[in-house]
Structure formats: C-alpha cells, structure tokens
C-alpha cells in the first residue's frame, strides 16, 4: 500500500535536515514579519498581502531545493535501485512526491497559522479563516511546481531542479507587476503569488464585518482551471515516466 512506502519515506529523511528546515524556516519568517509589522506604518490589508506574496514567492525556490536534496539522496544511496527494483515503483515515486508535498503543505499553514496568532495583538478583527484560505491556495496551486522540480532532479541533476526554483521565484515575483496580468494564468511559478493577491478580501469585509468573503473573478476562474487541469496532467505524465524510467540521470 502507498501508507506503507509514505512511511518508509519519512525513516528514511530522518537523517536529513528537510525536518528541522520545515520547522525552522516558518517559524523565523512569521517571527521576522511580526516584529517588523509591530512598528511599520503599513495598512493591514497591506501588511497581510505582503507576507502571503513572499510565502508564494519562497516556495518556488524551497520546493525545488527540497526535492533536489531528497533525488540526491536516493542516488547517493543506491542510484535509486531502492525506487525502481520495488514491487510497485510507481507508488515508490509517487510517496516519495506526496512527502513532499506534506512537508511543504504543513510549513506553508504553520507559517499562516503562527502569523495570524501573532497578528492578533496588530489587527485583532481580522478573521483567522483567512490563514487557513491562502495556505491552502498557496499550497494548492504549487503541487504542479513539486511535481516538475522533482521530475528534474531525478531526471537530470539537483542543479536542474534549484536552479529552477530559483528561476521560479523571480519569475513570481515579477509576475507581480503589470508584466503578467494578461499572461500569469498560463504561467505555474506564478499561480500563487497572483491568487493570494487577487482572492485575499477587500479591506471592508474582514476587518469590520469578521466574514470572509473572496474577491474572484474570471483571471481567478480560469487559473484555478488551468491548475487543477494541469495539476493532473502532471501527476498522470509523472506515474508514466515513473514506469518507463530506468534511472538514467543527465550529467551535473
């Protein structure tokens, strides 16, 4: 069953340092952003777009990072024998990038959730579900991105697969200004800066009338579209290249 490789995965990272990372790095970024929310002379609406924004911006690069680190271990291991030799490899590849995806899916809401606790002393009358909406579209549209990156590292290097990440995250970031609005929905790297941005509530609605109500539109329509679409056109060629792959990895 696919619990019983999800559990021989997480053994298996016990070693390394992803853990603590996804422990570590949530913790000190809302902590950072709070103390210097504590003084900034910011709107909340803004304070708030600005952290989601960096959260979805970070995650290109960390996504790749991690999946780099978890592709070079399974090489260095055994050249990733331990994947292909099983009785079904397809649910050795497919734990291995729901680790992943947990990992990166409990960091991005421990993020949110320490934030909006300590966001409670700056703006009280902001309502808490909206911690849990934008981690959950955060994480939600950058399952495509943990899919290629991991793709990447397995099939080419962990060069590859950071320096996409990296590539990412730029391109998120300035996909932020006017240079994506009419190209952004076909874009991965910036699904979810831009739905953070364009789904996060006016002003008005949480913080005088604690309800929350989100702003969509037919950009967010059809990028929600387009991601889950993808999404699982990603997770289908993923399982497929899975059974066809006999470990072979381009050169670093």
Excluded at 232 to 250: E, Y
Aim: overall charge positive; glycine content about 6%.
């Amino acid at each position: 069953m696919l619990f019983a490789y999800l559990r021989a995965d997480f053994k298996k990272i016990k070693g390394l340092r992803i853990f603590l990372l996804h422990l570590l790095i949530p913790i000190c970024t809302a902590i950072a952003f709070l103390m210097y929310y504590s003084y900034a002379p910011w709107s909340v609406y803004s304070k708030l777009e600005a952290y989601f924004q960096i959260l979805a911006i970070a995650l290109p690069f960390l996504s790749g990072l991690f999946c780099a680190v978890l592709s070079e271990q399974e090489l260095m291991a055994c050249s990733f024998q331990n994947m292909l030799a099983v009785p079904c490899r397809i649910k050795a590849f497919y734990s291995k990038l729901l680790v992943l995806i947990i990992l990166g899916a409990a960091a991005v809401l421990l993020a949110s959730v320490l934030f909006g606790a300590g966001f409670y002393f700056i703006a009280e009358n902001v309502d808490f579900s909206l911690y849990f909406i934008m981690a959950a579209v955060i994480t939600g549209s950058s399952i495509f991105l943990y899919i290629m990156h991991l793709f990447l590292a397995m099939r080419f290097n962990k060069g590859v697969a950071a320096g996409t990440g990296i590539v990412e995250s730029m391109v998120s970031a300035l996909f932020l200004t006017k240079l994506g609005d009419n190209i952004w929905i076909y874009v991965p790297a910036a699904w979810a800066s831009r739905l953070v941005t364009m789904l996060l509530p006016e002003p008005g609605v949480i913080w005088y009338n604690n309800i929350i109500t989100i702003n969509y539109n037919k950009s967010c329509n059809m990028a929600v579209a387009i991601c889950i679409i993808t999404t699982i056109a990603g997770l289908a060629a993923f399982g497929i290249w899975a059974l066809k792959w006999d470990g072979i990895k381009g050169s670093e």
